[in-house]
């Protein structure tokens, strides 16, 4: 396996990195994102979705678990946040599965809560906070 790096020095290098993320996951469409509260999960995930085009305003979907987004390309991201699932039912009463086999972008946050129903190919990506408050997004393949 290689791990794979893309260092974030300060929110102004931001852009830089969702183009340099989008470019080295290739074609992987499910992405779990792990990192404690307040790492930047939901700015990357912004980021991200400037960078495909999205035009809706990209906010953490804490409350509804899910938003939908429309890339410039007229293709959809599905934007998760698990954090409030406290039960694999929660998970699959939304109808988690057609999401994940929608062949759709789906960016998740808190997959810790869902682990167990996540397909074997979702891409995990860690964000480690380092001590100079830069961020660095990982991954191995």
């Not at 938003?67 to 293709?75: A, C, F, I, K």
């Not at 946050?109 to 129903?117: A, G, K, R, S, T």
Request: proline share 4%; glycine share 4%; net charge negative.
């Amino acid at each position: 396996m290689q791990r794979i790096e893309i260092h974030i020095d300060s929110l102004s290098d931001l852009d830089r990195a969702a183009e340099d993320f989008l470019k080295k996951i290739g074609t992987h469409r499910l992405i779990a994102f792990y990192a404690p509260m307040g790492a930047g999960k939901t700015t990357f995930t912004t980021a991200l979705c400037k960078c495909l085009g999205v035009t809706d305003p990209v906010c953490s979907p804490t409350f509804t678990i899910i938003n939908e987004y429309l890339t410039s390309e007229g293709q959809t991201v599905f934007h998760f946040d698990f954090y409030r699932i406290s039960k694999l039912s929660e998970a699959i009463d939304i109808g988690l599965e057609d999401y994940l086999y929608s062949g759709n972008l789906c960016l998740m946050e808190w997959p810790e809560n869902i682990e167990e129903l996540l397909p074997e190919e979702t891409l995990k990506v860690h964000i480690q906070v380092n001590p100079d408050l830069s961020r660095t997004i990982w991954w191995e393949e």
